[in-house]
C-alpha cells in the first residue's frame, strides 16, 4: 500500500513538472531592421540624470518632481499593492488552519442534563502537483516587477518632460530678450527716420513702417510673456507643487557630456522601462495562461484535525476522548458551467495580445530613437547656419544703414534687413532648444533618466 502511494505521488509530481513553465523573452530578432546597419547609437543611457543634466537649478527641480510628482506617488502605492498580492501567492503554499470549538446540551431538565464541549484545530493544505499555485507566484513576481518597472518609466519620462519644460522656459527667456532689444532698435529708427523726413530725406511712408514694425514686435513682447507665465505653471504642475518663481539659467550656459561610446541599437532600446515593462507584462500573461491550464486538472488536498471532547468541568490535559483524523482527497473538475473552458481562451487570447504589445512598444521605441536622433542632427546643422547667417545679416543692416546715410540706399532695405536680422536671431534660440530637445529625447528614447 505505501509502494503504491509512493508510485501515485511520484507520477503525479512528474506529471506536474510540465506545468512549471519559465517565460524566456521571445526571438524578435527581425527588428534591428528598424535601423540603418551604417548608423552607431549612443550610450545616452549610461549617464544618470543628475551627470546628463548639469545645470545644479534643473537638477532641484527633477528631485522635487520626483518627491512630489502626482503620478510617481501613485507608482509607489501601485508597487506596496503588488508587493501584498505576491505576499498573498507565497502564503497559498501554506496550509490553512481553523479551530472549531462546539458545545452541545443533552439530556432532559433538572439534574439529568449533561454539558459537553469539543476542541478541534484542523488543518488543510493542497498539493501543488499541477502548477496551479506556482503559476500564480510567478505571475505575482513578474506583477510585482513590473510596478517597479512602471515607476521607473515614469521616472524617466518625468525627468524628461521636467528637462523640456525647463529648457523652453530658457528659449523663451532668449527670444524675449531678442525682442526687446530689437524694439528698442526700431524705436531709435523711427527717430532717425522722423529727422530724416523733416530734413526732406524720408518720406511719412517710411515713419510709418517703421511704426508699423515696431507695433508688430510689441505684440511679441506680450506673447512671449504671457507663455512664460504659463510654462512656469505647466513646470510647477510636473512638479506637483503650487507655481512658484523658477528661477533658471540661459540658454548659451548648457552643457552636455561630449563623448559617447557606442552599442548595438536593439540591445539599447530593450533596456528602456516602457519595453521591459511590456516584457512584464508578457510574462504576467504567459503565467496566468499556465494558471488557467492547470484548472482543468485535480486538486490534491491533505486535511488533519486532532483535538478532545468530554463534559464540562474536566480538566483539559485528562480529555475523556482524543480525537485525531486525517483525511487525503482528490477533486477533479468534471462540468464548472464552462468556466474553465472561457477563462483559458480568456487567457490565451490574452497573452497573444500582450506578445503584439511588446513587439509594438519595441517598434515605436526604435522609432523614437531614429526620430530623435534625426532632430539632434537637423538642429546642429541649422544651430551652425543660424550663427552664420547672423553675423552676415549684421554686416548687412550696418552697411544699409551706413548707405541710407549718404542716400545710397532706401528705407525699406534697411527695415528688411533688421527684420531678417530679428527673424534669424530668433530661429537661432529655436534651433538651439530644438538641439537641446534633440539629445533629451533621444536620452529618453535609449532609457535614460532611471536609476535601478
Known amino acids: 500500500m505505501k509502494r503504491y502511494i509512493f508510485l501515485v505521488c511520484a507520477t503525479l509530481s512528474l506529471v506536474g513538472c510540465g506545468f512549471r513553465n519559465t517565460f524566456e523573452r521571445p526571438n524578435v530578432s527581425n527588428l534591428h531592421e528598424l535601423y540603418d546597419a551604417d548608423t552607431m547609437y549612443m550610450r545616452l543611457a549610461d549617464y544618470s540624470w543628475r551627470e546628463f543634466f548639469t545645470d545644479t537649478l534643473l537638477q532641484g527641480y527633477i528631485e522635487r518632481g520626483l518627491e512630489y510628482n502626482i503620478d510617481m506617488r501613485t507608482a509607489k502605492l501601485n508597487i506596496a499593492q503588488a508587493e501584498a498580492a505576491l505576499d498573498a501567492a507565497r502564503y497559498a503554499f501554506l496550509p490553512s488552519v481553523n479551530a472549531s470549538l462546539q458545545a452541545t446540551l443533552a439530556g432532559g431538565a433538572g439534574d439529568g442534563a449533561s454539558f459537553n464541549y469539543s476542541l478541534i484545530p484542523t488543518a ?34 518625468l525627468i524628461s518632460s521636467i528637462a523640456n519644460n525647463y529648457y523652453t522656459l530658457l528659449m523663451l527667456d532668449e527670444q524675449l530678450k531678442t525682442s526687446k532689444h530689437t524694439l528698442t532698435t526700431w524705436e531709435e529708427n523711427i527717430r532717425t527716420l522722423t529727422a530724416l523726413k523733416r530734413a526732406g530725406k524720408a518720406t511719412e511712408a517710411a515713419v510709418l513702417q517703421a511704426k508699423a514694425n515696431k507695433f508688430s514686435v510689441e505684440g511679441s513682447v506680450l506673447t512671449l510673456e504671457r507663455q512664460i507665465v504659463e510654462q512656469e505653471e505647466a513646470l510647477a504642475n510636473l512638479m506637483g507643487v503650487l507655481p512658484f518663481e523658477i528661477k533658471r539659467g540661459t540658454l548659451d550656459e548648457q552643457k552636455f557630456p561630449e563623448e559617447w561610446s557606442v552599442g548595438v541599437p536593439l540591445e539599447l ?21 499556465h494558471e488557467a491550464r492547470a484548472a482543468f486538472f485535480p486538486s490534491i488536498t491533505l486535511t488533519g484535525s486532532t483535538g478532545w471532547m468530554d463534559a464540562v468541568g474536566q480538566a483539559i490535559s485528562d480529555p475523556g476522548e482524543f480525537i485525531l483524523k486525517l483525511v487525503g482527497g482528490i477533486v477533479q473538475p468534471i462540468f464548472a458551467r464552462g468556466t474553465n473552458v472561457v477563462r483559458k481562451e480568456i487567457a490565451s487570447s490574452q497573452h497573444q495580445a500582450a506578445l503584439l504589445q511588446y513587439r509594438q512598444t519595441l517598434l515605436n521605441a526604435g522609432a523614437e530613437v531614429n526620430n530623435a536622433l534625426k532632430m539632434w542632427q537637423t538642429s546642429r546643422e541649422r544651430y551652425a547656419i543660424d550663427l552664420k547667417q547672423i553675423v552676415t545679416l549684421k554686416a548687412a543692416v550696418w552697411n544699409t544703414q551706413l548707405l541710407m546715410k549718404y542716400g545710397s540706399a532706401s528705407y525699406i532695405e534697411v527695415l528688411t534687413a533688421q527684420q531678417n536680422l530679428l527673424n534669424a536671431e530668433l530661429a537661432q534660440s529655436s534651433d538651439r532648444y530644438s538641439e537641446i530637445q534633440g539629445i533629451i529625447r533621444l536620452y529618453y528614447a535609449l532609457g535614460g533618466g532611471v536609476e535601478w
Request: glycine letters at 4%.
Open 124 to 157: 488543510t493544505w493542497e498539493a501543488d502537483v499541477f502548477g496551479k499555485q506556482w503559476n500564480a507566484k510567478q505571475g505575482a513576481e513578474v506583477a510585482l516587477e513590473q510596478a517597479h518597472l512602471a515607476e521607473q518609466a515614469i521616472q524617466s519620462r
Open 269 to 289: 532600446v530593450s533596456l528602456r522601462p516602457d519595453v521591459r515593462q511590456a516584457e512584464a507584462n508578457l510574462a504576467t500573461k504567459f503565467y496566468a495562461y
